[in-house]
């Protein structure tokens, strides 16, 4: 079992083993007979918690590694006697000692108290507890005070720390010096610290150095502020708004000028033009731009002509029947209310609706025709590209042609006083690249 050296220092009781040490303020620590025979037991009365539990009193030594005492009882004394020692003192007006060389702790054993201890060989003071001055009210310091890492607190609850300086002094925080005489009063509502070079101070001055402030006009939550031509006055314009994620013009519009264009970047970073008006008066959409997709519901209007370098059809991504790929030309006329129709299939328009189309009947031959996009003729027809139809057996690369009750087949009509017209070529099974013919033939 490794010893364990009790000592007292000025007003700390340290309890030390091979490892570690710990600090105990005086009368915090009692010791007590153990529970078997030559041992003792070690307390913390602030904390009930026991330093040393049943410890053999052959291995309690003190810092001259020398046994408190022969029998528990002995043991028990006067280790008490060491850890519940009377502090040392403050040195009194009485103990007045008029010159620092050679005084020791040892000058002032017996005295109550703190213990200020003044080193021989320094002339530090040093005390092992808080250092206490009651009812001096003029307290000087004769030199700096040095905290070290340490700081000046209050144990007052809600306390403050005033800083007073005499007269006309001023309060020095490191390069700072604040001019401390100042008048603060109602008057210096809303005052601000500003520093002055001239003066190198930091003082109070009103908000704005002069009083002047910043009028806003209808100011309102989200309104983006703008300048104006009086001076100190902005305005907040109640057409145009930002609520952290939308800006929104509420009137009017967004001008660009002098050929400058409204850009977007695509998701690797590059910027493309959504729109401007070049120089030759021409404007320009998506200028660079793989594809562009404009539209809605109810589709795009445009006034005037249309100039494309070229028209594509697309033939993929059509998935049911009625459905129509990229390019395809379509309309509504004619489908005005609407009639029951199959999406996919062939109708011709009447002169005054669109009726169901069959290689019998010559009227649908010679007619307009259009598949239909949907379950009603008012969902609108197809005038041509490619489109999915309501059959699955077409043969791919062959004529289309009307059929009956309105179905399409790429099987060649032959039966006599019906007409054979061409109105496309299938593409799949079920896909034409609907194109009809203007021409078609009566069969004898």
Request: a negative charge; one cysteine or more; aromatic letters at 6%.
């Amino acid at each position: 079992m490794a010893k364990v050296i009790i000592s007292k220092t000025n007003n700390l009781v340290t309890v030390q083993t091979t490892n570690r040490f710990v600090n105990y303020e005086t009368g915090v620590l009692q010791a007590s007979a153990g529970t078997s025979g030559g041992r003792i037991i070690l307390t913390d009365t602030d904390t009930s918690q026991k330093v040393l539990n049943n410890f053999d009193i052959t291995q309690l030594v003190d810092s001259t590694d020398t046994v408190f005492g022969a029998t528990v009882s002995a043991t028990v004394t006067a280790l008490n006697a060491v850890v519940n020692a009377a502090p040392d003192t403050l040195i009194k007006s009485t103990d007045k000692v008029t010159a620092l060389d050679g005084v020791t702790a040892s000058d002032f054993t017996g005295k109550s108290g703190f213990a200020v201890i003044v080193d021989g060989t320094d002339l530090n003071l040093s005390t092992s507890g808080k250092l206490l001055f009651n009812n001096h009210n003029e307290l000087k310091l004769g030199a700096d005070l040095d905290l070290s890492t340490n700081k000046i607190y209050t144990t007052a609850t809600n306390g403050d720390i005033e800083l007073d300086p005499n007269g006309t002094g001023d309060v020095k925080l490191g390069n700072y010096t604040l001019d401390g005489d100042q008048s603060v009063g109602s008057g210096q509502d809303n005052y601000v610290l500003t520093y002055d070079h001239s003066s190198a101070k930091i003082s109070l001055e009103a908000a704005g150095g002069g009083g002047s402030s910043t009028t806003i006009n209808n100011n309102a939550d989200n309104k983006i502020i703008t300048g104006s031509g009086t001076a100190d006055t902005l305005e907040a314009e109640a057409n145009l708004t930002y609520d952290g994620t939308n800006l929104a013009v509420v009137s009017g519009g967004i001008h660009l000028d002098n050929n400058q264009s409204l850009q977007a970047k695509n998701t690797n970073g590059a910027a493309r033009v959504l729109a401007k008006a070049d120089s030759s008066d021409v404007a320009v959409f998506n200028a660079g731009f793989t594809e562009t997709l404009i539209g809605g519901a109810s589709g795009i209007t445009l006034n005037g002509p249309v100039t494309a370098n070229e028209v594509v059809h697309v033939g993929s991504g059509i998935s049911s029947a009625g459905n129509v790929g990229k390019g395809a030309e379509t309309t509504v006329f004619g489908g005005s209310g609407g009639t029951s129709s199959f999406a996919g299939r062939s109708y011709y328009y009447t002169g005054a609706a669109w009726a169901v189309a069959t290689q019998s009947l010559e009227a649908a031959n010679k007619g307009l025709l259009g598949i239909a996009l949907g379950g009603n003729t008012g969902v609108g027809m197809c005038l041509k590209g490619f489109v999915k139809t309501d059959v699955t057996s077409l043969t791919p690369g062959s004529p289309a042609y009307m059929n009956t009750n309105a179905t399409i087949t790429t099987t060649v009509p032959s039966t006599s006083g019906n007409f054979s017209r061409i109105i496309g070529y299938a593409v799949t099974s079920d896909t034409i690249f609907f194109n009809p013919s203007n021409e078609y033939i009566e069969l004898s």
